[in-house]
Every structure is written in C-alpha cells, then in structure tokens.
C-alpha cells in the first residue's frame, strides 16, 4: 500500500505545484477560475433553493413527487457519470503516459489500477461534485437542515452512489476490452452504447412521469404521502431510488427509514466495488496490453471515398485538406465517434420522448414550468455536446500544428473552417430539438417560432462559447480530445455554458409565462425575446470568436 | 534571400534572441550553431511564423514575413526539431494535405510524392497510419512534405535527430543538392560534423546574440591555427 500513498502523494505535490504557479498570468487565470466557480456554485445554490421553494411551496407538487422528480434526475447522473468514466477511463487508465513507466517498476497492476481509478474518478468527478454540493446546500436550506446532514447527505450518500456508477462503468471498460478479443471493438462500443440508450428508455418509458404526475395529483392535497404503490418494480433495485428515498424520508423526518435506505445503498457501493477490484485483479493488466495493442487489431477500416485527400475538390485547396483531415481524424478516433453516437441515440430519444408528449389541460404554472424545464435541457444538450465536440478543436490541431503555422495560410480561414464545421451540425441538433419541444404544446405555431428562432442564437452562442474558450485554455500537448473536455478550461467553459443557460430561459420565461396565462399571443413579447436572443447572441458571439482567433496566433 | 534584421525575442524578462541580424544568400548553406538555450530554436520558429518576435525584421525572398506572412511562407519549407505528425493520417495522406495548404495541383502532389517517397525509401510505410512510424519513419516524412512544394528557403532544425546513418545520408546529400540548385538553407545544429561537412557559413549564437560567423575559409584557416578541430572553435567562442 505503501507505493499508492507515495505515487498519489507526489500527484498531489504536481497538481498543488502548477495551481500554485507564481506567474502573473497563472495567478489571473487562478484567480478568473476561482471567481467563476464561485459565481457557479452560488447561482447553482440559489437555483436548486429556489427550485425546491417554488416547486413545494408555490406549485405544490408535494414531497414524494418532487423526489421522485430527483430520482429521475440521479438516473440521468448515474448515467452521465458511467458514460463518462468510460470514455475518461480508457485515457486515463490505458493511454496515459505513466501508465508504461509505472509497468516497469516492481508495482503490482492492481495498485496501479487503485492509484488510476481514483486519479479518473476524481478527475471526471471533480466539476460535478461542485455542482452537487451547491444543489445540496440549496435543497437542504430549504428544509433547515443541520450541518451534519451536508457531511453524511454528500459523503456518506452523493460519493457512494458516483462511486457505484464509476466503477460499473470501469468494469463494463474492462470487458469490453477482454471482449474486443474475440469480437470488433468497434461492434462492442456501440452494442453498449446501445444499451446505455436502452437503458434510458426503458427507465423513463417504466416510470412514466406524465402518469406518475397525473396519478399522484388525483390525492391533491395530499400529496406528500408515501405512494410507493406507483413506482415501477424495477425502481426498488436501482441506485438513485435509494438516494431519493433517502432524501424523502429525511425530509419527513424518519430516520429508520433513512437509516434502511443509506444502509442498502452502502452495502451496494462496497459490493459494486468490492467486484470491480476483483475484476480488475483478474482483468487490467491483461487488458492493458490489449489496449496497447488496440490499433494493430483492427483489420478492416472503414474508409469514405469522398474524404479521400487523392479526389479533386469543389473547395479551395486549403480548405479542402482541413475538412477531409478533421473528418478523417475525428472518424478514426474511437472516443469521438462512439462518444457523438451516443449523445446523438440520447438527443433521438428526448426527441421522441418529446414528440410523444402532450400537455392538455394543464394549469397555465405548470406549463410554464414544464416549457423552462424543456427548454433549459435543450440548451444543456446543447452546452455538452459544445463541450465535448467543438471545445477540443483548436487544442487537436496538436503538436502538428506546426505544419499548419508555417504554411501560406491565414488562421482566419482555420477557424473560419472549425466555426463552420461545429456550427452546421449544432444547430441542426437545436433546431430538430426546438421543434421537437413544440409537440408537448400542441405543435403551437406562436411557440415554435419563438423556440426555433432562439435555438438558433443558442447554437450560434455555444459554439462561439466553445471555440473561443477551447482556444484561450488551448493545450496542444494534450491528444485524447475526451481530457481536453474535462480539463480545467472545459469545467470553467461548461459553468459559464450553465450561465448561459439561465440567462436564455429567462429571455423565453416571460413572453412564454404570458402567453400560458393569458392565452393571449403578445406579438411585441415574443420579437422582444428574439431580439434580445439576438443582441446577447451577437455580442458574445464577437467577443468568444475574437478570443479563440486571437488565441489561434499565439506563440507555439 | 532570408535576411533577419535586429531581431528579438523577449519572454517576459528574458531575452532569447537578442538584436539578431543576418543575411543568408540565395545558394547558401547556413549553419546555425550554439550551446542549449542559445536561442537557435527561437529563432528558427520566429522565421517558420510559429513565434512573433518582440520587435526586428524577417524578409524571406525579399518579403516581409511580418507584413505579408502568407505569401512569404509560400517560399519556405520548415522542418522542426520535433517531428510530430497527425498521428491518425497516413504518410501519404499528410503529405497530400501538405500539398494543400501550398495550394498546389493534385497531379503535381502525386508526381512529387511518388519521387519523394521513393528519394527518402519510404516504402510501404507511407500507406500506414503515422501512429505506427518510428522517430526517423517520421522525419522522413516530414523531411520530404518540406520538399514537397519546391520551396526556396529551407529552414531545418536538428535534421539528424532519430534518423538512422543510411538515411542521414539521403538527407545530407538531398539538402546538398538543394543548395547547389540555388535553394537557400538554414539549419540549426548540434553536431559540428554535419555543419562542417555540410554548411557554406557557419553562424554561433550565444545567449541570443549572433557571435561570429565565418565562412567555409575562415573555418579551416581559423582550424589550422588551432588543433584543427571545429569542435576547439566553438567550445573556445561558447565558454
């Protein structure tokens, strides 16, 4: 054990060691990064308190149904977190460069595989902990809770249950990888993305929030009773009822029942663990070597005729060689492909979820809450995928970019290209959600309007967010674009993205809460939002693209 | 050809480059000699456009590189120190993209491409992927994408680094040549041999001044009178 503590003592020293840099540069970037996590957290703390407030006080939805709103929320982390970890984990546990240094010392694998986990579980964890622990603050204010709830709510609860999904998803990593022996690796990841999406479908087609709601307001007002009578039988078994249970019985103060459910769901987290090291004493250092040699074993590629660099082309010279080297590099890079399949299955089922949807007879509160809610996760959607895709462009020009720089090329059309390339499918992910998100209103005409021209300004907002800042905190050292998306820039990207998000649901609340109330369409409302959509949209758009091309001519 | 006129490089309070001016003539093969850290690499990026100098001149060919980057750049072919390549396209496929950002026709790339491949005993490796390469299977390429375009200002730094003596060759006698037909070279080095052998001037910087530059006859006058080594030359200037 002694070598973990050394070899996790030292990184550390190395991370306290760069936060600490003396630098002006560095202490501004320190200081910028401290502000905006700070603003964060409290936006999240004051969101998540008022959320609570009006959803129990004002909507009164009551306690078992605003839980089991939260249960569908830890599903939806519980999923994140494992899908992450999977993707975070095949860099961090099987591409990272110590990983061969530490192979030819006398370390036994599973020791590396502890210092690894941890390393890769707190690295992809660290962000969301923040968010969690500011939710946290703001749901148990509301409720006057004592301190001690924050420790044993956070530790005792929030960390077992991340702990649980981020081992699974390792386990799941490790067989995939045993498996890619007999099978194509490639047919492995999407059979599992397939599965997570699946997962996620039959989870929420199981619960069935609308009739869950409907069920539930039937006993109105009585609506913080224990309906346990309509949960789905598959819900006992999963991680985030125990949580939400947790929280609910918590709330009405009965802590045999808190006690029971923390009890389950620490025995859950030791086994899920307790079966993880196993596998990976029997699996990592096998695996390891499979990964080492992933590459080689993969026999037949999958080649596009028309991306090939031999075929002339409609484009300018330059221009045609950065879309057939991206798209190459993008299409044989694994963790970008099966990454955006993923998210693309997710964003087809919302969207089918959402098509399905129908609010009729509705209280005019409710559909308000219901279009912020829709609306607000378009917009989420949106941020990750920016996040994950568009933030790590400029970083992957790489070392390579050398070759770029010391071409006849003028950087403006570089990034001209990234823009266009990231803006293109963005905005027709936003724009086939926003009219998706019509659906549950009746398809009315006045909102899709509203909705469509917004979602526009979104996507030209987030990906100018995502490139500009993806080039102000560019490291072009870095290879695997899934570290750059959770590197410290990407944490503070993706918190300003949540600004955003704030700030484009409040433009659409009003005009929207309006026209719900009143049944009236206020023509002025609605090109009031848009313009002011707009105006936010331009301005930001400027500064974050001067940024990034800014950024693009800096030293290399 | 290339001229660089009071050029310098400041990183916060230190001076890499340090009023550096010198004129390298069409034909002519420069050596760029110095101890680590003397500014060579610097330099070099500051010419290949990786690197905006603090304040002097570049003219490539005649162009100012600072006013006019991209069409001064049309002339000069870089090679760096380090030779990284996008490690998931094929020797061939960096090599056509090359080709693309110098504007040039496909039927001249595959013309080129074809000879250089060849030249520098490529092989079967151009079609693998970059990610497969060894060090020297990487400077090869990189070598032969800085050929490909017919550039008029070859800047080169640490050639030989990772290429085994069959192919150091190859390249020694490729760079020959091109200074022989009249393309401007300027390599920055470590091995006093190599400069020897190849260079017409020999330039040493220090602490990112130009020092001295001599000649190939004021080398081997400066040799005679000492124990004729090169190497006693640049430890005695260096000290």
Redesign the interface.
């Known amino acids: 054990m002694s070598e973990v503590v050394l070899i996790l003592k030292y990184k550390l020293i190395s991370i306290f060691k760069s936060a600490l840099d003396s630098?002006w540069g560095s202490v501004l970037k320190e200081l910028a990064s401290i502000f905006v996590f700070t603003g964060f957290a409290l936006s999240t703390f004051i969101s998540s308190n008022y959320a609570t407030a009006y959803l129990l006080s004002e909507a009164k939805i009551g306690l078992f149904l605003f839980h089991r709103v939260l249960s569908m929320l830890l599903f939806v982390l519980f999923v994140l977190v494992s899908l992450g970890n999977i993707i975070v984990a095949f860099s961090t546990l099987y591409k990272s460069k110590d990983i061969e240094f530490f192979l030819t010392t006398p370390i036994k694998p599973i020791k590396i595989y502890v210092i690894k986990f941890l390393d890769n579980f707190f690295y992809s964890s660290s962000t969301m902990f923040i968010f969690i622990f500011a939710i946290l603050l703001g749901y148990g204010s509301y409720f006057m809770k004592p301190p001690e709830f924050y420790i044993f709510s956070f530790a005792g609860v929030i960390v077992p249950f991340m702990l649980m999904s981020a081992s699974l998803s390792i386990i799941i990593l490790m067989l995939i990888l045993k498996l890619s022996q007999r099978f194509d690796i490639r047919k492995i990841a999407v059979f599992a993305g397939l599965i997570y999406a699946l997962a996620v479908y039959f989870y929420f087609k199981s619960t069935n929030p609308m009739k869950l709601f409907t069920e539930v307001m039937r006993y109105y007002p009585y609506v913080d009773q224990y309906f346990a009578q309509l949960d789905p039988s598959i819900a006992v078994y999963l991680p985030n009822h125990w949580v939400a249970e947790i929280f609910y019985f918590s709330a009405r103060g009965n802590s045999e029942m808190v006690m029971r459910y923390f009890l389950i769901l620490l025995s859950a987290t030791v086994g899920v663990l307790l079966v993880n090291f196993g596998v990976a004493r029997k699996l990592y250092f096998d695996t390891l070597f499979i990964a080492f040699d992933l590459?080689?074993r993969i026999k037949k590629r999958f080649e596009i005729e028309i991306l090939s660099?031999?075929k002339?082309s409609i484009f300018h010279?330059?221009l045609?060689?950065f879309i057939?080297?991206d798209l190459?590099?993008f299409l044989?890079?694994p963790s970008q492909w099966v990454h955006l399949l993923i998210m693309l299955v997710l964003v087809l089922i919302f969207i089918a979820s959402l098509v399905k949807m129908r609010l009729y007879r509705v209280e005019p509160q409710i559909l308000s809450i219901a279009f912020v809610s829709i609306f607000s996760f378009n917009v989420f959607l949106i941020a990750s995928i920016v996040i994950r895709f568009v933030y790590p462009l400029i970083s992957l020009e790489?070392?390579?970019y050398?070759?770029?720089?010391?071409?006849?090329?003028?950087l403006t059309l570089l990034y001209l290209h990234k823009f266009v390339i990231s803006f293109l499918p963005v905005l027709l992910i936003s724009e086939a959600i926003a009219y998706a998100s019509v659906f549950p209103f009746g398809k009315d005409p006045n909102i899709g309007i509203l909705i469509t021209s917004v979602s526009f300004f979104v996507a030209l907002t987030y990906v100018s967010l995502g490139l500009g800042m993806g080039g102000y905190f560019a490291n072009y050292s870095e290879?695997s674009p899934v570290r750059i998306a959770s590197s410290r820039g990407a944490t503070i990207t993706f918190l300003l993205g949540l600004v955003l998000i704030s700030i484009f649901t409040g433009i659409t609340f009003f005009p929207i809460t309006f026209y719900f109330q009143s049944f009236k369409f206020n023509v002025e409302f609605f090109k009031s939002a848009i313009f002011v959509s707009a105006l936010v949209s331009v301005t930001l758009s400027i500064f974050f693209n001067c940024l990034g091309l800014r950024s693009m001519?800096k030293?290399? | 050809m290339l001229q660089l006129k009071n050029l310098t490089k400041k990183f916060g309070d230190f001076v890499a480059v340090d009023d550096l001016s010198l004129e390298v003539k069409s034909g002519e093969f420069f050596g760029f000699l110095g101890p680590n850290g003397a500014g060579k690499t610097t330099t070099i990026k500051m010419i290949a456009g990786l690197i905006k100098p603090t304040s002097g001149k570049i003219f490539i060919c005649g162009i100012d590189a600072l006013a006019e980057p991209e069409k001064a750049k049309s002339f000069l072919a870089y090679v760096p120190d380090q030779p990284f390549i996008y490690d998931k396209l094929t020797g061939r496929e960096f090599l056509y993209f090359i080709g693309g950002l110098f504007k040039m026709k496909k039927e001249k790339i595959r013309e080129k491409v074809d000879f250089l491949v060849d030249h520098f005993e490529i092989g079967r490796w151009i079609d693998k992927r970059v990610e497969e390469y060894s060090q020297g299977m990487k400077q090869r390429v990189i070598i032969a994408s800085a050929l490909l375009h017919d550039p008029k200002v070859i800047v080169i730094d640490e050639p030989m680094v990772g290429l085994d003596p069959r192919s150091a060759r190859i390249v020694k006698d490729t760079l020959k040549q091109k200074s022989k037909e009249g393309v401007t070279i300027f390599m920055s080095t470590h091995s006093l041999d190599v400069a020897e052998e190849l260079c017409d001037t020999i330039g040493i910087i220090k602490d990112g001044k130009l020092i001295a530059q001599f000649n190939a006859s004021e080398i081997e006058e400066f040799k005679q009178s000492r124990d004729g080594k090169l190497e006693s030359l640049f430890i005695e200037l260096t000290k």
């Open positions: 630098k590459k080689n660099f031999y002339k010279p330059q045609e060689v057939k080297r190459k590099t044989r890079e790489g070392m390579s050398w070759s770029v720089r010391s071409s006849p090329v003028k290879k001519t030293d290399f």
